[in-house]
């Protein structure tokens, strides 16, 4: 069964640190790029990260530029998204997507608050 | 980044009945490939999107005919030939011609 599972998500105060784990199975995770989609709660879809399939190439949307990290463990199946310096603008619900063959996981709520 | 704008923010449509949705581009969406990277998702309440077209106008594998998708450069419609009721949630378009995507806002179809 083809899946992306995230987790890692929870309450933190600001400025603090968390990391997400996006998990996959049942398809050949190795081969594709991995991006991070965001929704606020009662908001739209944000784009925040990409991870390409060997893990060579990273992009991020400016707003988590510098604080954000997206890595991956391909031996592991599984991609991370290391977010630091946490703001109260962050909190979201995070999507782990394979776009191109939209696979999505069922997303972790991550929330920022003192 | 480039800029999308749906509209209308939300529809009312009874089952059977068409409906439409615009998205518009801030820049022109067509790659030097010859591809235009305009992407539809629909996202049905308590799920992650899911996509319905790729490419302006193609369906995603299992994606009913009464969808479907038009448009080049910056103007691109999505268009439901006869509303159900399984179609009610949030459309969104997206575009990946320029990092960063960036998604419009989104459409809200609800059933009369």
């Known amino acids: 069964q083809v899946q992306l599972v995230e987790s890692g998500g929870g309450v933190v105060p600001p400025g603090r640190s968390l990391r997400l784990s996006c998990t996959a199975s049942g398809f050949n995770f190795s081969t594709y790029s991995i991006h991070w989609v965001r929704q606020a709660p009662g908001k739209g879809l944000e784009w925040v990260a990409v991870?390409?399939?060997?893990?060579?190439?990273?992009y991020y949307v400016d707003s988590v530029e510098g604080r954000f990290i997206i890595s991956r463990d391909n031996s592991k199946d599984t991609v991370y998204l290391h977010v630091n310096s946490l703001r109260p603008e962050d909190t979201a619900v995070y999507y782990c997507?394979?776009?191109?063959?939209?696979?999505w996981g069922q997303g972790t709520l991550l929330t920022v608050s003192s | 980044d480039i800029v999308m704008t749906q509209t209308p923010l939300s529809l009312s449509v009874t089952p059977g009945q068409p409906a439409s949705i615009s998205c518009k581009s801030s820049q022109s969406l067509l790659n030097s490939d010859g591809k235009t990277y305009l992407y539809w998702y629909l996202q049905k309440p308590g799920q992650p999107p899911q996509l319905l077209i790729y490419e302006v106008s193609n369906r995603f594998s299992g994606v009913p005919d009464r969808f479907s998708g038009s448009g080049s450069g910056t103007d691109f419609t999505l268009k439901i030939s006869r509303v159900e009721a399984e179609d009610v949630g949030v459309y969104y378009c997206?575009?990946?011609?320029?990092?960063?995507?960036?998604f419009g806002g989104g459409t809200k179809v609800e059933i009369k």
């Open positions: 997507a394979a776009l191109v063959i939209d696979f």
């Open positions: 997206m575009q990946s011609v320029q990092h960063p995507p960036t």
């Open positions: 991870v390409s399939a060997d893990g060579s190439q990273k």
